[in-house]
C-alpha cells in the first residue's frame, strides 16, 4: 500500500540540540510539505518542495531546516534556534509540481510529536 | 492570510445536518476540506477548484463563490464517524500550497 511514512512518533529535544524528522512517500508525488500543529490551531507551512533538488519556504521557516535529495524523503531538522519546538509535525505530499494550480489533494503521514526535555 | 472558519464549533445529534463556513480576504485559485480526529492525519474530503469543478468524497458536498472568496462545506444526515475537526485550506497562488483555517470542531452525539 502506497502512503506517507513519518517517525519517530514521538521525540523529545534537549537544549541547544538539533532533532531531524523523517519523511518517506511511495506515492510518486513530486511536491511534499512539512507543517507545524499547535493545540486548537490550525496547520502552518514551515517548508515545501515541489521537485528534488529544490525547496522553498512557507510562513514559519526560521529555526528550521529541510533537503530534498531523493523524490521518495523530505527530512525536517528542527535546530537549536527553534526556540518553542513542542508541537505536532506533519508532512504531507501530493501529486503535481509547478504547473498545477491548487488542484490536488495532500495526503498526509501520521505525525511526529516533539517536545523538549 | 489565514482564512476564516465558522463555527468554531458545534455539537449535534446523529441525522442532522451542519454547514461549516471558510471565507478567505484573498483571491482564491481552490478551496480544500480536510478532516482531522484527535492525534491522526488529516484526511481529504474535497477540493473545489476556480471554474466549478470539484473532486471529492461522495457523501459530503461543498459550494465555492469565487466572487465572495468562500466556500461553505455540508454535512448531511450526521453519523458519529463524522465527528473530528475539519479545516479548509485555500490556495491563492501558483503550485499547490495551502494556508489553513483554524478549524471548526464537530461532535456528533448519538
Known amino acids: 500500500d502506497g502512503g506517507i511514512t513519518q517517525s519517530p512518533k514521538y521525540l523529545f529535544r534537549k537544549e541547544g540540540q538539533n532533532v531531524t524528522l523523517s519523511c518517506e512517500q511511495n506515492?510518486?508525488?513530486?511536491?511534499m510539505y512539512w507543517y507545524r500543529q499547535d493545540p486548537g490551531q490550525g496547520l502552518r507551512l514551515i517548508y515545501y518542495s515541489q521537485i528534488v533538488n529544490d525547496f522553498q519556504k512557507g510562513d514559519i521557516a526560521e529555526g528550521y531546516s529541510v533537503s530534498r535529495e531523493k523524490k521518495e524523503s523530505f527530512p525536517l531538522t528542527v535546530t537549536s534556534a527553534q526556540k518553542n519546538p513542542t508541537a505536532f509535525y506533519l508532512c504531507?505530499?501530493?501529486?503535481?509540481?509547478?504547473?498545477?494550480?491548487?488542484?490536488?489533494?495532500?495526503?498526509f503521514g501520521d505525525g511526529t510529536r516533539l517536545s523538549i526535555l | 492570510q489565514q482564512p476564516v472558519q465558522s463555527p468554531q464549533a458545534v455539537i449535534l445529534r446523529e441525522g442532522e445536518d451542519a454547514v461549516i463556513n471558510c471565507s478567505s480576504s484573498k483571491a482564491l485559485y481552490s478551496v480544500h476540506w480536510y478532516r482531522q480526529k484527535h492525534g491522526e492525519a488529516p484526511v481529504f474530503l474535497m477540493i473545489?477548484?476556480?471554474?466549478?469543478e470539484q473532486k471529492g468524497h461522495e457523501k459530503i458536498s461543498a459550494s465555492f463563490n469565487e466572487k465572495k472568496q468562500q466556500s461553505s462545506l455540508y454535512l448531511t444526515a450526521s453519523q458519529l464517524s463524522y465527528s473530528g475537526t475539519y479545516f479548509c485550506?485555500?490556495?491563492?497562488?501558483?503550485?499547490?500550497?495551502?494556508?489553513f483555517g483554524a478549524g471548526t470542531i464537530l461532535r456528533v452525539k448519538s
Open positions: 504531507a505530499s501530493s501529486m503535481g509540481g509547478s504547473v498545477l494550480t491548487g488542484n490536488q489533494p495532500q495526503h
Open positions: 506515492l510518486n508525488h513530486d511536491a
Open positions: 473545489l477548484l476556480k471554474g466549478g
Open positions: 485550506g485555500t490556495n491563492g497562488e501558483y503550485g499547490n500550497k495551502l494556508v
